[in-house]
């Protein structure tokens, strides 16, 4: 199983940027999202169920959407009104029998 991670650039506050998270090798059952921000540790961002139910971290509430295309393998984070604390690197996460597989991260700048 492999994930392929991409979308991430550089904003400005208020941006929006959409990351993908691109799987081959299987059909993922749950996909998350996390974040590091330097010096930061690796925190939660979203989790998209394989039954479809999705829980943001308290921060990205009301901002961030993630979702799925079944079709394709691949889950989005739609990321909307970046703030400078949004800056981090961004990571997927599937679950795929049982077992965890990350993505490499890719990184998201909001700066002016």
């Known amino acids: 199983v492999q994930l392929q991670a991409s979308g991430g650039g550089s904003v400005q506050p208020g941006g929006s940027l959409t990351l993908s998270c691109a799987v081959s090798?299987?059909?993922?059952?749950?996909m998350a999202w996390y974040r590091q921000a330097p010096g930061k540790q690796r925190e939660l961002v979203a989790v998209?169920?394989?039954?479809?139910?999705?829980n943001y971290a308290g921060s990205v509430k009301g901002r961030f959407t993630a979702s799925r295309d079944n079709a394709k393998n691949t889950g989005y984070l739609r990321m909307n009104s970046l703030k400078p604390e949004d800056t981090a690197v961004y990571y997927c996460?599937?679950?795929?029998?049982?077992?965890?597989?990350w993505g490499k991260g890719t990184q998201v700048t909001v700066s002016s």
């Open positions: 090798g299987g059909i993922f059952n749950d």
């Open positions: 996460r599937i679950t795929f029998q049982g077992m965890y597989y």
């Open positions: 998209l169920t394989a039954g479809g139910s999705i």
